[in-house]
């Protein structure tokens, strides 16, 4: 009996083992529960066209993830996207404000990022500043149908 007891155990423990590692793994794919660390900061930029951009894209400098896009809004005042990002707070006062800002593709139809490419003013960007200097995504069928009717004409 007192083995029985022992197996049912060890197997109980397993088995939450196992349903714990599932849980990490679907938060960990989703995106939900590994976010950003607690020290952020928050920039903006605003884009003419986002794509397919959408929250919780990374946000990378030489292709190493520095952040997340946390926010997309339409800017009532010119009628763009509003993107808002957090960085980790180590990046405070480390990027110049001529810091440029573009929506880049994983490959050639993978999902979208937020790349950012440091300038070299002497002022730099701290929490809450905007990001100016920004290029927005290509769109893949947009630059299939200029190629078509370029090839029409």
Known sequence: MKRNNLLELGVGIFMLAGILGLVFLGLRVSGLGVGMPNDTI?????????????????????????????????????????????????????????TTAAILTSGLLGEQYIGLTVGGAPDMLHDGDVIHDTQQALVLEELIQQFVSNMSK
């Not at 808002?84 to 404000?97: A, F, H, P, R, V």
Request: glycine share 8%.
């Open 42 to 98: 928050t920039l903006s930029a605003n884009f003419a066209n986002i794509g397919g951009l959408r929250p919780q894209a990374k946000v990378t400098m030489s292709g190493v993830r520095i952040g997340e896009v946390t926010d997309i809004q339409l800017d009532p005042k010119w009628f763009d996207a509003k993107v808002t990002m957090q960085l980790d707070s180590k990046y405070d006062g480390k990027l110049s404000n001529d």
